[in-house]
């Protein structure tokens, strides 16, 4: 994440940080609100019915575990940064100091989002792994071990160009 340059910020209007005149809402408060109780009782769902009723606990099983860790870090990253860091108001309305801690969370969500979604990915292949182990295709099993790989690697590779593709300049 990068400041703008004095340039731009000198553009903006006059900055009013008590009651600026736009504010976004709730709306990303509620939707987390919502959301993310329901991802944790579809993942607790799905383990409960994976130990105990189909008793196939796997490494599909995991990753969704895992993958769900930094979904909800997600909503909490952005609840925090609705409420305190001016997520929900114009840019030259909130104070600089919140600015670059709020770009900084905002980093640190494109990572998490990153690894949720690759996890998700992962756990999906492999559930198909599993399903696909007793069809006679070496092919077949190639293909999605290659793909497991791939979106390993894809993973790895989104963090480490979002973090180090940040730059910090002052105006």
Known sequence: MQIP??????????PNYEHPKELRGPGLIILTAIFAPLTAAVVAIRLFT?????????????LIVAAAIPAIAC???????????????HVYDVPFDQLVLGLKLTMALECLFGISCALTKLSLLFFTRKM????N??????LVFITIAIVAAEMVIFCI???????YSLP
């Open 161 to 167: 160009v979002v973090i180090f593709t940040c730059r």
């Open 132 to 135: 696909i182990s007793g069809i």
């Open 50 to 62: 994976r130990i105990r009723i189909s008793k196939s606990f796997g490494t599909d099983d995991i």
């Open 75 to 89: 909503g909490v990253i952005t609840v925090l940064g609705t409420i305190k860091y001016g997520w929900s108001r």
């Open 137 to 142: 295709s070496k092919i077949l099993k190639w």
């Open 5 to 14: 340059p004095k340039k731009v910020i000198m553009s903006w209007p006059r």
